[in-house]
């Protein structure tokens, strides 16, 4: 198939794609913002008469102490908790599993996850296919579902996938990793808190993966196709705050000003994506987690500069009102200077984060293959401001494996 007739195909999938963001609703969760915000969901927990939750959440933030003090606050208000710690980074359609059995053996009438994206994806599947009997890898795809999921709450500990807010869920297979995408707007929670003290003891790694995240989640919905004046509304929001707050709580985690700033950048990142999508950072990060395991904050900041630079003159004049937006280019700025200054910016911000983006090992036999996954994602489901060909993607695996 030529590169034409492949780019009219995907044209032609993502016409359905933008009438069904257009039609399908995008509920909001109700938010709890600042310190002690987590303990206050479990109040909203109560009101609604749940008896018996399940805590989604992994090994490491029970260890840290993070889960007590919301286990102890569920239990002063009579509400029995069963904890699930099995999650893992991209959670498998096993791991969800696990956590579903381990729901339906407590009689969990709701659930609640404490976490980064993975617990609160895992999370986000384990309720929705609770109520639709259907396994997880069944709700694969977009509005598989037919009924409501089990109320559903959420305590983000990190601030990048805006996980939160969104109407997806990644969930990858086994054997391939490969990243499946349940996308419906039952799968949003009824309520998250986003609270500084609970984000204060990321380090600093993860601090900057998970706030490039949300820029990159900012970023794609601004230069989406589909993009509105609600989605610029808020990815322009997210863009500022990270830019502005991110070198804070990479410096300082204890700063809860800049740690609840960048809880709602990436709040607001994810209210964006929801109407105005993704595109081809992610589609290609996808492929460097699943070959080579790379964290998924890093692979998109690995990936979003390289994006930046091909997008450049396609979107010159957007990326322009975006500089001017956050404050980097003067009104008067021509619209190739300013596009240049916002791509500065965000190259010298992964710097100031020390971003690692050294993959060890990867191998060229493995881009034919991690190129076709990458089509497969984008083409017909994100509204690229640009198409690429196999050729452009296989040039930027070569200057990542380069380093």
């Given at each position: ?12 999938k ?29 109040n909203?927990v ?5 008896k018996?939750?399940?805590i ?12 007590e ?5 569920l ?13 893992t ?8 599993n696990e ?18 994206g ?36 959420v ?16 969930v990858?297979?086994?054997?391939t ?21 609970v984000m ?7 601090t ?9 989640h ?11 004046d ?11 705050m ?26 607001y990142?994810?209210?964006?994506l929801?109407?105005a999508?993704l ?22 900041a690995?990936?979003l ?27 008067d ?12 910016q ?9 971003i ?48």
């Amino acid at each position: 198939m030529s590169r034409f007739s492949t780019i009219l195909k995907a044209k032609a999938k993502l016409a359905a794609v933008r009438v069904a963001v257009t039609v399908i609703p995008a509920p909001r969760p109700i938010v709890l913002l600042g310190e002690g915000a987590a303990l206050n969901l479990c109040n909203t927990v109560s009101h609604i008469g749940v008896k018996r939750v399940l805590i989604v959440t992994d090994a490491i933030l029970v260890k840290l102490g993070v889960v007590e003090p919301v286990l102890n606050k569920l239990a002063a208000l009579g509400i029995e908790t069963v904890v699930f710690s099995g999650v893992t980074p991209d959670p498998t359609i096993t791991v969800v599993n696990e956590g579903l059995a381990m729901l339906r053996m407590g009689h969990c009438d709701a659930v609640l996850a404490v976490g980064g994206g993975s617990s609160i994806d895992a999370a986000k599947v384990i309720a929705l296919s609770a109520t639709n009997n259907k396994t997880p890898r069944e709700l694969i795809g977009i509005l598989k579902g037919r009924k409501p999921s089990l109320p559903l709450f959420v305590i983000p500990t990190t601030a990048g996938t805006g996980s939160e807010v969104t109407i997806g869920a990644v969930v990858s297979d086994d054997q391939t990793h490969q990243k499946g995408l349940v996308i419906d707007p039952r799968v949003v929670p009824l309520a998250t808190a986003i609270d500084p003290v609970v984000m204060q003891g990321m380090p600093k790694a993860v601090t900057a993966d998970t706030g490039i995240d949300a820029l990159t989640h900012a970023l794609e919905s601004w230069m989406s196709e589909i993009a509105t004046d609600d989605t610029d509304y808020f990815a322009s929001a997210a863009v500022r705050m990270v830019l502005t707050h991110l070198p804070v709580a990479f410096n300082d985690g204890k700063n809860l000003d800049a740690r609840v700033a960048m809880g709602l950048a990436a709040h607001y990142g994810g209210m964006a994506l929801n109407k105005a999508g993704l595109g081809y950072v992610h589609a290609i990060a996808h492929q460097l987690g699943a070959h080579y395991g790379v964290p998924h904050g890093r692979s998109n900041a690995i990936v979003l500069p390289y994006i930046l630079e091909f997008n450049r003159d396609a979107c010159s004049e957007r990326l322009a009102e975006l500089a001017r937006k956050v404050g980097i280019a003067t009104p008067d700025t021509s619209d190739r200077i300013a596009a240049d200054q916002l791509i500065t910016q965000v190259k010298q911000l992964l710097k100031d984060v020390n971003i690692n983006t050294r993959i060890p090992d990867m191998n060229p036999a493995d881009f034919p293959a991690m190129v076709v996954s990458a089509f497969a994602e984008a083409h017909g489901t994100y509204a690229v401001a640009r198409y690429m060909d196999p050729k452009d993607v296989t040039n930027i695996l070569h200057e990542i494996a380069r380093g």
